[in-house]
């Protein structure tokens, strides 16, 4: 089970009291920080994330509704005593950005800073022993990555009626989970259906970034649980949303249909759009189970 | 008449919902924005500044409390479609930082901006019909400058039943508020004092940044009507005020007091304080006239 939190879902310029992009997804005792507008910090603190549990941070592109709160936030955990090391994946170039930010305050963060620059193509780029994180590239008018989170595949679960009948030892119960059969002293083997039952499917979340309509992203998302997908435009406005390589809701609505996901999430919303009741109808008329992105509210994967 | 609205006054990490340092100082038409910790351009919108009217931004220090929302304020004016040029006055390293987001997102500002480095000593470094702005470098663990502000000298006013008595052309009113004699056609002198009557002062306004306890500072700001001055700490903590090169509120207080400030105003208030009632006690002891720069609050000069 995964906890996505929207930190905040606004584009561009902060309006109606929407802050710019950022996202928490916890899994296990780890949060994944996904993007990091400005004033993401105060968000931090206003939704009760546990900043110390904040050891990832991945920030698709550059425009500054998706990072100019990044070096706030490092800061803050270094005037903050933290010790543990930080991870941040984002576009080659935020490296120097950062670095430039520190030198200018002559800053010397208490903790160590990795940055890992994203890749050309779609790739794994961290993993533990609880999730695996992809990145994929998307078109947008800068370079921009999308990522997935998948839960790893959970061991099987043991049946203890059969362990009981077919007197397995105790011992055996982990290679059984692995999903391997059990030999009997007589040699006689029982196959591993018979002993175990198979756990839920581990869960899946897609983040598809700031993007131009692509169906073509669907293979690096197929049958994920949440896809979120930006909605800049209604469909009203579907020729800006191409000219600046963005996309409708009832695009993301598209994309979640043809990728076969569970539930859409909407985000990324102009700051022209006030209410946003129809904007959901138009994602909606095309896949039902759309909900738009509310910041301050956690959805469970 | 100047007009001070305190944006936000904390230091260091934003908390107790008090976002750091940020100004608007409005003199006429022109809004002048003093120092812009992350989340300014959310507190423009939020207290109705009119950033149309910002054309001048004074950073004092490249502290991020005091700066790390300068770019998203840029990136949203130009967003806004901004045409009117932008003066940026800050150390120099910040036009290398400000550049490095630019191109990171390949951002080309629809408007002019200029960058104005601080000068090494006490400067003039602006100034128009009715103001001019001073910067003054500080000491700080970097490198950190205050400003003052200073309404321009307003011209002498008309007294009216004297022109009329001595038959003083009007022709003659614009020397007259300048301070000349009048000399009549029987070339009489009439005294300017004998026809004129001193105006009200011109306003004066000092900012004087992240500084640690200097009395050497009030040759900059003497007499000024409004002394902004830093109280990160209370006197239980002074040692650490001295080590990190800050100040107490009773240390503003005395500096008050020897430069002969009007009126004091304390701001950027440590995250350790939450009740600033007792810190405030600390300052009024030894300069009554002394406030809390309050958030959303407006000080006229």
Redesign the interface.
Known sequence: MLGLAILANNS????FDR?PTAQALTVADQVFLIDCG??T??QI?RYKIRGSRINHIFISH???DHY??L??LI??MG??GRSVPLHIYG?S??K??IN??L????TNLPFQMYFHAHPDSFSKITEDEKVEVWCFPVQH??PCYGFVFREKKLPRKIDADAVKLYQVPFSFFGSLQQGKDYTTTDGDIIENGLLTIKNTEGRSYAFSADTIYDPSLCEYFEGVDILYHESTYMKLDEDKATQRFHSTSEQAAMIALQCKAKRLLLGHFSSRYEDLTEMLGEATSVFENTDLALEGVTYLV
């Open positions: 561009a310029i902060p309006a802050p400005e004033g910090q105060m603190v550059l425009h500054g100019f709160g070096i706030g800061t803050s005037l903050s576009p170039i935020l120097k950005v430039v930010h030198e200018a305050a002559s008018r800068i």
